[in-house]
């Protein structure tokens, strides 16, 4: 039997389900009878990690990116993966919104984990790994306490457990 178990935190997006996605909601936009005559457009560049939504107006705005979220919940992609940047204006009386798709932990958000976790006193190792964070420990039953603080945790990303060994 091994003597260490452990498990990663991960921050992982699936690109296939995000293309899927924004091809579902560029299908529902011109489907739907309040874009009729509309330029609306939504765009995702997998090379910047980037969707660009390109509206008429705010309100048309608003309802693509909505139209998005739901196609993401169902396709179990975290929202907290999205980061919205500020709203600008674009040529023609348009309206453009870049949302970042964020893969991976960060320094500071792996600095975070590895802190709510050694303040809990729970008896584990917590590491840093590229964008990754390991946690492991001699009985299984503390990382499972581990994961549950983690899930529990009120962070601003997403958070997948995978390795689980």
Do not use: C, H
Not at 51 to 73: E, G, H, P, R
Not at 84 to 98: D, I, L, S, T
């Amino acid at each position: 039997m091994a003597d260490n178990y452990s498990f990663d935190i991960v921050s992982e997006i699936d690109w296939q389900e995000v293309d899927n996605a924004i091809n579902q909601t560029r299908k529902e936009i011109l489907s739907r009878y309040d874009f009729k005559g509309s330029k609306s457009t939504i765009e995702y560049s997998q090379k910047d990690k980037t969707i660009t939504i390109l509206a008429d107006d705010d309100y048309k705005s608003k309802a693509i990116v909505d139209m998005m979220q739901n196609k993401f919940v169902k396709r179990s992609i975290p929202l907290k993966s999205l980061k919205f940047k500020p709203q600008e204006e674009a040529g023609g009386n348009m309206v453009r919104q870049v949302i970042e798709v964020l893969q991976g932990i960060n320094k500071e958000n792996a600095k975070l984990i590895v802190k709510i976790i050694k303040d809990s006193k729970i008896k584990v190792q917590a590491a840093i790994q590229d964008e990754q964070v390991r946690v492991s420990s001699r009985d299984k039953d503390l990382l499972q306490e581990a994961i549950a603080l983690v899930r529990g945790a009120e962070l601003d990303f997403a958070v997948q457990f995978t390795n689980y060994r």
